[in-house]
């Protein structure tokens, strides 16, 4: 295992992955017990859309893409809250919606094709020093977010109206909650992809609640088993030729099935 | 000078949604250490306006204070602890343990970056003890049965040491024994702690001589002063129709 590390891309993917893992998982749980699965593959296809402007008009796709998860996510919480519209389908509206608009813009720039690719399925082992440095900053300011609102956002997605009545400022948590999720998965669709970051979000956390722990334990588990898949998915794409987005998938996925297994009744 | 504050003061509160009145001219004051049952037929407004008590609904019209101040300069919520109907009917999944629901009381009481203080610890493990869940601290949430994950669910709200409880009809899927210990369990918080409590429930009969002022609600109020001699079946029957008999019978069982 030690010698693949001699190489640089290897060890910035690992670092890219090993953090992307810890952000995905601890932002996951609460998304999963929010029952905001569908939120974030709805924002991984709106961050395709920065990526695909990104790529046409020259600039850092991962920062397009942040601004436009962000734009999205707000969008969508408005949308919920002050209409009465089925919360399911606003997101199959956005989710598709988004991946239409970046299609067009791509094929309308005709040769980005193939950095497009990268992007849907990611590309862990071309993730770039400015890549890691744009992941840590902003990793590290969302993941103190959420670790700071963490005993708030666990009060919401228990009862969002108790919460409320106990005097947690529930609007603006939730607010900042698809802020944070928005830009998390925006920075890790370079690594897993924007059709995969659903993925590395969800089933750590649904693994780990198979354990029916308590809280923080849970959320331990969600990490642990999220950077075990982001390791041994990489691992396995090295050694196999395999792309790295979907190896991690399906490594979190064999995770997943082993949680199911061993905890059933 | 024998002057009690209002808690709540309601005045002329209509609640009117998709053209269909809910509430009317609905206007009370409760006062500290008062114990109200609310009653009255499903569809008749009181989970609204518990809903309009708790600021999570706005009225049509029509003003209510809370300690002498209006809703939305309200700051002080930790005073209030609100148990949902829903309270005994948490989803079984969902990665809690009872120390984790009642440690959620204290939240809006903590601040940010802070740790947990000795007053948080201490809160935490008295709303335990006081709802006999103290032996279940480690146990799952979704493994308890209906009577206590209700007990957990009350010392989440005792937790941030509330001046007012607000129970909804917590005892759904909960079986009588743990019923009645539930009702002792009130009848202390508002004789010992006084505790205000407001209590909406079909259940009336039973706790009739702990409470102090029953309130028929049915898309107006009617206040019964005296609800331990005035809850004549008639009047039952008007309120609930058939349901009526019901409470009746528990009344007369108790």
């Known amino acids: 295992m030690l010698e693949i590390l001699e190489y640089d891309f290897m060890q910035r993917a690992f670092l890219a992955g090993i953090v992307i893992a810890l952000l995905a998982s601890i932002s996951g749980t609460f998304v999963v017990l929010r029952r905001y699965s ?22 850092n796709p991962m920062w397009i893409a942040v601004f436009m998860a962000i734009f999205s996510a707000w969008l969508i919480e408005y949308l919920r809250s002050h ?16 991946l239409a608009i970046a299609v067009i813009i791509v094929s309308l720039g005709g040769a980005f094709n193939n950095s497009l690719f990268s992007y849907l399925f990611g590309s862990i082992l071309a993730v ?4 890691i440095i744009t992941i840590c900053i902003f990793g590290g300011i969302s993941l103190a977010l959420l670790l700071t609102f963490s005993k708030e956002l666990y009060f919401i997605a228990y009862d ?14 939730n607010f900042l909650f698809v802020t944070i999720v928005a830009v998390i998965i925006a920075l890790s669709i370079r690594v897993v992809g924007s059709l995969l970051i659903g993925a590395l979000m969800v089933m750590p956390a649904i693994s780990a609640l198979q354990y029916k722990k308590g809280f923080v334990n849970t959320m331990l588990m969600a990490v642990f088993f999220a950077i075990m898949g982001v390791i041994s ?8 030729s395999l792309p790295s987005g979907a190896t991690i998938v399906l490594s979190v996925l064999a995770i997943f099935v082993f949680s199911l297994l061993a905890n059933r009744r | 000078m024998n002057f009690k504050a209002a808690i709540f003061d309601v005045k ?28 009255g037929p499903n569809g008749g407004g009181k989970t609204t306006l518990i809903r309009m008590l708790l600021g999570l609904s706005k009225p049509t019209s029509g003003e209510i204070k809370l300690y002498g101040k209006k809703m939305s300069h309200f700051k002080r919520w930790d005073k209030i602890g609100y148990v949902p109907q829903r309270a005994s009917l948490v989803d079984a999944a969902f990665p809690a343990t009872v120390e984790d629901i009642v440690n959620m009381g204290r939240t809006s009481k903590r601040k940010l970056f802070s740790k947990k203080t000795k007053e948080d610890i201490e809160a935490v493990e008295s709303a335990m003890a006081k709802m006999d869940v103290t032996h279940l601290r480690d146990r799952m949430v979704g493994e308890l049965s209906g009577g206590q994950r209700q007990r957990a669910m009350i010392a989440r709200a005792l937790a941030s040491r509330p001046e007012i409880l607000i129970l ?9 024994i743990s019923q009645n210990r539930f009702y002792e369990l009130l009848r202390k918080l508002n004789k010992e702690e006084k505790i205000t409590i407001v209590f909406i429930t079909h259940d009336v009969g039973v706790i009739a001589d702990d409470i102090a002022r029953l309130f028929t609600i049915n898309e ?35």
Do not use: R
């Open chain 2, 168 to 176: 909804d009809e917590p005892n759904t899927g909960v079986d009588t």
């Open chain 1, 128 to 131: 770039s020093v400015e890549d």
């Open chain 1, 38 to 59: 569908m939120m974030s593959e709805t924002l991984a296809h709106s961050a395709l859309v920065g990526v695909a402007v990104g790529l046409i008009a020259g600039y």
């Open chain 2, 12 to 39: 002329n509160l209509n609640f009117v949604s998709k053209g269909h009145k809910i509430l009317t001219n609905i206007s009370f004051e409760i006062f500290q250490a008062e114990y109200i049952a609310i009653i």
């Open chain 1, 233 to 240: 998915g990489m691992l396995f794409s090295f050694y196999f």
């Open chain 2, 220 to 254: 107006k109020i009617q206040i019964c002063n005296n609800p331990s001699e005035a809850l004549s079946c008639e009047e039952m029957s008007k309120l609930y129709g058939i349901e009526a008999h019901l409470v009746c019978n528990h009344k007369h069982g108790h």
């Open chain 1, 83 to 98: 209409f009465s519209l089925y919360s399911d389908a606003v997101l199959a509206i956005f989710l598709s919606g988004a």
């Open chain 1, 160 to 173: 969002e109206e108790v919460a409320q009545t106990s005097g947690i400022k529930v609007k603006f948590l």
